[in-house]
């Protein structure tokens, strides 16, 4: 009993880092656009960093490189289908009353919101999943994910505080994003951790993988290079410290 609910506190704190992220809507007083560019593209390196080197490759080693590719294509086909499907605009409208109200940066913010969300649920077990094993592996699992977790925080809160002008809005829009990595711990406890398997795990993680990747290549280079007055090499330098950032977490994971 220890173990598990040491695996919680730890997955709990993980998952609240994306708040601490969150918080610079708070932090940074006047907004500029290459805040804006530089946070999507850092989240960009960050997000296609772990998805091509950590998720599906795991997933493939669990699924066989076909069966990997399959599920890993069939959650950027089913990112892809819920962007066309569902109006975004129209509901995006009705939430905000704010005439400055931006729908495509909303949007942006609850797609990453969401796409870290559903990352977020493996890496709350995964947290969990590491501290039964040892505790020294839980808490290492726990940094780690942290550290990638904070700027992601980031690339929630800044799209959505500049479309709707408002920062507590914006700040727990991602604090939710974060919390649902303890949720996934909790899952992993209470339901899958009898049933769950290498497959399981394995096609999740590369149905994860799909989603962010669409995210990345959809929703967020688009907007951080639409940004006036912003330079390229900009954002390659961003994406290139975020996939630096993610790089040097995964190489800290045992």
Do not use: W
């Not at 730890?10 to 290459?34: M, P, Q």
């Not at 080197?53 to 080693?61: K, Y």
């Not at 704010?98 to 649920?121: Q, S, T």
């Not at 919390?179 to 909790?186: R, S």
């Amino acid at each position: 009993m220890d173990a598990v609910a040491t695996g919680l506190l730890l997955s709990l704190l993980a998952g609240l880092s994306t708040a601490i992220g969150g918080l610079s809507v708070f932090l940074i007083k006047r907004f500029k656009e290459c805040y804006l560019a530089f946070s999507l593209s850092f989240s960009v390196g960050v997000m296609i960093t772990v998805s091509f080197v950590e998720l599906l490759p795991t997933a493939i080693e669990s699924l066989g490189q076909v069966a990997g590719l399959a599920v890993f294509f069939a959650g950027a086909i089913a990112a892809f289908l819920i962007d066309y499907f569902v109006p975004h605009r129209y509901i995006m409208e009705k939430v905000s009353g704010n005439a400055d109200f931006n729908p495509k940066l909303f949007r942006v913010g609850l797609f990453v919101a969401i796409g870290l969300a559903i990352h977020n649920l493996p890496e709350g077990f995964a947290v969990f999943a590491g501290n039964l094993q040892s505790l020294q592996l839980g808490v290492l699992l726990a940094i780690a994910l942290a550290i990638h977790n904070i700027p992601e925080g980031m690339s929630v809160s800044i799209p959505v505080y500049y479309a709707t002008k408002n920062r507590k809005k914006a700040f727990f829009i991602s604090f939710l994003a974060g919390i649902v990595e303890p949720i996934g711990a909790l899952i992993g406890a209470l339901v899958l951790l009898p049933f769950l398997s290498a497959q399981t795990i394995g096609a999740s993680l590369a149905l994860v993988a799909g989603i962010m990747v669409y995210i990345c290549i959809d929703e967020l280079l688009p907007t951080a290079y639409s940004c006036a007055g912003v330079k390229s090499h900009v954002m390659t330098f961003a994406f290139l410290l975020g996939s630096a950032v993610m790089g040097l977490t995964i190489i800290l994971l045992p």
